[in-house]
């Protein structure tokens, strides 16, 4: 997979129902038309006070997209400050499903983080440069490709990848000035 397609022509027949359960299954059926390429794992869960769906995929489309997706089936909010979970009733959400927690997970295939470290060379230069094994196994954190002699901000190759990682896509390496 060169560049992630987005398919946002086909509008897909999601099925009415309430709860998590069914919005796991309205949230399948949107990210699978979305981002045919892309395998997703959408899990449901109902524990004491609550429910959750779980969303993982390797590499494909940023979290950002997904969360397009997803968080119309977000059932509301919690506040600390206060310690209130507060609800947001919607015809959509009574129609099609909410959950009162969903959490997005991607992760980075070793290619991938491949295609990263060489935008971001790209970009920065190589001094450092990590490989795809030391940036997965936490060791790019102490290690800089910007010369920080006249008191510039010190961004690690970890801050870098990371920031360049949220951006990205296979196939479209996205840097920018940090």
């Given at each position: 997979m060169t560049n992630l397609q987005v398919n946002s022509t086909i509008k897909p027949k999601l099925v009415p129902g309430d709860g998590c359960v069914n919005a796991a299954k309205n949230i399948r059926i949107e990210l699978k038309a979305a981002f045919p390429a892309v395998k997703f794992s959408v899990r449901s869960e109902s524990f004491s006070m609550g429910n959750a769906i779980r969303i993982h995929w390797t590499d494909g489309p940023t979290t950002k997209q997904v969360k397009e997706i997803t968080d119309?089936?977000?059932?509301?909010?919690?506040?600390?400050?206060?310690?209130?979970?507060?609800?947001?009733?919607?015809?959509?959400?009574?129609?099609?499903?909410?959950?009162?927690?969903?959490?997005?997970?991607?992760?980075?295939?070793?290619?991938?983080?491949?295609?990263?470290?060489?935008?971001?060379?790209?970009?920065?230069?190589?001094?450092?440069?990590?490989?795809?094994?030391?940036?997965?196994?936490?060791?790019?954190?102490?290690?800089?490709?910007?010369?920080?002699?006249?008191?510039?901000?010190?961004?690690?190759?970890?801050?870098?990848?990371y920031r360049t990682s949220v951006h990205s896509v296979p196939g479209n390496i996205v840097t920018s000035d940090y």
């Open positions: 119309k089936y977000q059932a509301g909010s919690f506040d600390g400050m206060i310690d209130l979970y507060s609800y947001e009733h919607t015809d959509f959400k009574s129609t099609y499903g909410d959950a009162k927690y969903i959490t997005t997970s991607r992760e980075l295939s070793d290619s991938f983080r491949a295609e990263i470290i060489e935008g971001t060379v790209a970009k920065y230069g190589d001094q450092g440069k990590p490989t795809a094994e030391d940036w997965k196994m936490g060791r790019a954190w102490n290690v800089s490709p910007i010369n920080n002699t006249q008191g510039e901000r010190h961004w690690s190759w970890e801050s870098l990848l």
